[in-house]
């Protein structure tokens, strides 16, 4: 769909491009994101910031190329054709690797439920006690995949142009591996966000009141009831929304999007903001309170789940993280290239 962007009345600061893609031809369905330096995590005017977002802290990051979308269920699909991969999910399950990062003593369910499969949005979801408790509106879909996003009878027919889901970070490096592509660092998925910019909340600028215009979340009361004012009730195709300043679609919303970086939640607190930080790469470890026996891996960008009472993770400072042989129907990816990647 071709949408006219909205012009921000919010005052922003370009950030001087740098072009040095001369020695190697843009990528097809990539974007350049050019060198620059900017202010990275939450920002002071972000009304909806997290801990694990602060202190913002400026960082300087290399130029490199960026899927101007998420991976698509026709990407994926090529990917598989070519390479015959079996992604986690219609996988076996293992209790013997799974209970490695489950606290000491958990009991093993039953067989019945340790069958190929993953987690689907529960759209029946009522009754809702406590917003912490997740389980409330997830559910584990036994032979959910890629290819049946809502469990057997289900199919990725006529949603080509869908970014693929279900599919764990296993599965996104083997997809990487085979497209000479990675998955990008926070600070990376960050700059690419900014566009032009280097202090924005949001991928279009600064105004929370633009954000049904530009993205695809939740409205109404989560989870009990999606009005659909920005068009879509649940996932929706790729490029279903304006594009951010330098061509990149669903930087925020849709999907959840997979970093390289560990989720460490206190990793902001530790580094030094008085310094700017060249090409960061995220914590040296993985570290979550509530979480402790799993490691996890910082995501981005939020989904069409995300609603205010909920995350608010359709800012750029936003993160979560996800364990890497998890999948669900919110999360996909997409990858970026460097020059020296291309040059090989």
């Avoid at 300043?245 to 206190?266: C, H, K, R």
Wanted: glycine share 6%; net charge neutral.
């Amino acid at each position: 769909m071709s949408c006219n962007q909205k012009k921000s009345t919010t005052n922003q600061k370009n950030v001087k491009e740098i072009t040095s893609t001369k020695e190697v031809k843009t990528p097809n369905g990539m974007v350049w994101v050019p060198k620059k330096t900017f202010l990275m995590g939450a920002k002071t005017q972000d009304k909806f910031a997290m801990p694990r977002e602060k202190p913002a802290h400026k960082v300087e990051v290399g130029g490199f190329f960026i899927d101007v979308q998420e991976v698509t269920n026709k990407q994926f699909k090529k990917f598989v054709e070519e390479t015959k991969y079996i992604t986690v999910a219609e996988r076996p399950l293992d209790w013997e690797i799974i209970k490695k990062d489950l606290p000491p003593g958990t009991p093993k369910p039953a067989d019945s439920i340790l069958q190929p499969g993953s987690l689907i949005f529960n759209k029946k979801a009522k009754g809702v006690v406590s917003m912490a408790n997740y389980g409330q509106w997830w559910k584990w879909q036994l032979g959910a995949n890629w290819k049946q996003p809502e469990g057997p009878g289900s199919s990725i027919e006529g949603k080509e142009n869908y970014p693929v889901v279900h599919v764990a970070q296993e599965d996104a490096l083997a997809y990487c591996k085979w497209a000479n592509r990675r998955l990008p660092t926070e600070a990376e998925w960050e700059s690419a966000a900014q566009g032009k910019f280097e202090d924005n909340i949001y991928a279009w600028g600064n105004k929370y009141e633009d954000l049904n215009d530009n993205a695809n979340t939740w409205q109404g009361t989560f989870p009990i009831e999606n009005i659909s004012e920005d068009r879509f009730e649940y996932i929706s195709p790729v490029k279903s929304y304006p594009a951010n300043s330098i061509g990149l679609y669903d930087m925020a919303g849709n999907v959840w999007e997979m970093t390289s970086d560990f989720f460490n939640v206190n990793y902001y607190k530790e580094i030094d903001p008085t310094i700017v930080h060249k090409n960061p790469k995220g914590a040296s470890k993985s570290f979550t309170p509530s979480n402790p026996y799993q490691t996890e891996y910082v995501m981005k960008g939020g989904s069409f789940l995300c609603h205010e009472s909920y995350c608010a993770s359709f800012r750029i400072s936003a993160k979560m993280g996800m364990e890497p042989s998890s999948s669900s129907d919110h999360i996909g990816f997409r990858t970026v290239a460097t020059i020296e990647m291309l040059s090989q």
